[in-house]
């Protein structure tokens, strides 16, 4: 009876086989899992990317006039010359908010410093289209005269 047996013993090897396959399920479970979780992130992704794309307005670049780059850029902002700035542009905020003009109206007087600050702009004066979107009415006569030409050739 000490002997081992050339039969298997087949109730646990039938565990080992249901104790694979649960095994086997589960990682496949976890795939999936994991594959619908990138699925996901891919779509958000994706209409975040469409939408950044509807409010990319890279492409009218070409259409507007080339501006000239401000001096402002090319000094380096280092701390002694932050700290110089934030002084000068306090001195100028005090200067501004003790204006009489600005302290009786600040909106008007925005205004007023933009227009004297900002270029003109010269646009030429729009055509003025037709009530019929811009072609221009044939008169009968026309049309007449174009029936006789074609009568007599």
Known sequence: MGKPSSRPDYSSK???KFDKKVQFYAKVRD??????AKKD???KFQSRQKKLKAYDLSALSEFLPEL?????NDFKLNC??????ILKE???LSAVLEHPAFQADPLAAIHQHLQN???VLDEKP???KNQNGGRKKKSKKSKALSRQQSMDI
């Open 126 to 128: 729009k055509k003025k």
């Open 41 to 43: 992130i891919t779509k």
């Open 68 to 72: 000239k780059a401000p001096r402002a």
């Open 80 to 85: 002694k010359s932050r700290q110089q700035l």
């Open 117 to 119: 600050t900002q270029p």
């Open 90 to 92: 306090g001195k100028q």
């Open 14 to 16: 039938a565990d080992k």
């Open 31 to 36: 795939t999936v899992a994991s594959l619908t």
